[in-house]
């Protein structure tokens, strides 16, 4: 009986080990280290509402926003949702995105169903579609290399990469595709 008992101890083990040995051959779950992260922000505001000035105490430009999240030492910032507002004596634009990115030179760039609106009265352009537009917030301009469309009170404009000085009030297609005028 001793020769069965140890046989079926060994018996047992050998069955033990079989159905544990899965569980102690896992590989090691690997655990994220701080140095994987690329970035992580220095600063974030949800709901986020900004209003800068001008040398001359005038306001430049207003900023609205999902959300903001502030890399300053990679050098940008990135809104979700954006809506920035600028100001200059001839006329007042705001451009909406989708997503934006801000760099410390006062680039802007913004990405996704970009809708530039021109809150003048009686504007000429009315506002301008595109996938994505560049804004230079100190100079007061937009370009883009993209499809844009720019519409009026009676014209629908349509082309390929976009200039816009918004101090001069002149907006230059670079590769004019179609322009569609409207009966009043």
């Avoid at 690997?30 to 001359?56: G, H, R, S, W």
């Avoid at 469309?149 to 404009?157: A, D, S």
Wanted: glycine residues 4%; aromatic residues 10%.
């Amino acid at each position: 009986m001793n020769s069965a008992r140890l046989i079926l101890c060994v018996l047992f083990a050998a069955c033990m080990v079989w159905l544990w040995l899965p569980y102690f051959n896992q590989p090691a779950t690997v655990v994220q280290n701080q140095e994987d992260i690329i970035a992580k922000p220095d600063y974030t505001a949800v709901a986020l509402k900004q209003t800068a000035f001008d040398e001359q105490g005038k306001i430049s430009h207003k900023v609205t926003a999902a959300k903001m999240e502030l890399y300053q030492q990679l050098g940008f910032t990135y809104f979700e949702k954006p809506i920035f507002t600028l100001y200059n004596q001839q006329q007042t634009w705001q451009i909406n995105a989708n997503e934006a990115t801000l760099y410390e030179n006062h680039q802007l760039i913004l990405e996704g169903n970009v809708v530039a609106k021109n809150l003048t009265n009686n504007a000429m352009i009315e506002h301008i579609n595109a996938d994505n537009i560049q804004v230079d917030i100190e100079l007061q301009t937009m370009s883009s290399e993209q499809p844009v469309e720019l519409i009026g009170p009676n014209l629908k404009i349509t082309g390929r990469g976009l200039h816009a000085d918004l101090k001069a009030e002149v907006v230059e297609l670079i590769n004019h595709t179609r322009t569609i005028y409207y009966d009043q």
